[in-house]
């Protein structure tokens, strides 16, 4: 069995992010190795709310380059995760 903070790592701060808070749905950065039902537990378990639904996609990493040496960034994955209406998480400031 996993440890609910070791499948979510952080929640994800960005423009698009925010704009779902108001349609209930919060953006987290997952383990790669975790799945939809595993990240709704995981949810759950932290924050105390009722998930209804759960989106997840890979993200890739973009390529860089240092001088010579090419290189890309670390890829990692997405959840978007649709709550209960009347449920809200609190790390979020309300919007």
Do not use: C, H
Not at 64 to 91: E, F, H, P, Q
């Amino acid at each position: 069995m996993y440890d609910p903070r070791d499948i979510i790592i952080r929640p994800i701060i960005s423009e698009k992010s925010y704009d779902l808070i108001g349609q209930n749905r919060y953006t987290f950065e997952v383990a790669k190795s975790a799945n939809k039902t595993q990240i709704a537990q995981a949810v759950a378990d932290i924050f105390g709310v009722t998930v209804t639904g759960v989106n997840t996609m890979n993200v890739t990493g973009k390529p860089r380059r240092l001088r010579y040496a090419k290189g890309k960034t670390r890829d990692w994955k997405k959840a978007v995760v649709t709550l209960k209406s009347g449920d809200t998480i609190d790390i979020f400031p309300s919007v």
